[in-house]
């Protein structure tokens, strides 16, 4: 991957196909370190969660913005 990719923890429904082995319980695990329905989710290049920005999105201040601040 060349580039930075984000992506959004999704709202309602997020069953995780069964085909993807692994992935069974991401929702739950996003839950238990924070991540809530729509916050946003930065991969670096080599296909890590930058931990900084993680902690920035799940902090205080960016929870508290508008749905629309956050995609801005």
Request: charged letters at 20%; a neutral charge.
């Amino acid at each position: 991957m060349s580039g930075w990719r984000l992506f959004w923890v999704p709202s309602g429904d997020s069953t995780v196909p069964p085909h993807l082995t692994g992935w069974q319980g991401l929702p739950e695990r996003e839950a238990a370190v924070g991540f809530q329905p729509g916050t946003p989710i930065l991969l670096m290049p080599g296909y890590r969660v930058d931990e900084r920005l993680a902690l920035y999105f799940i902090g205080r201040p960016f929870c508290g913005f508008e749905p629309e601040t956050k995609r801005n």
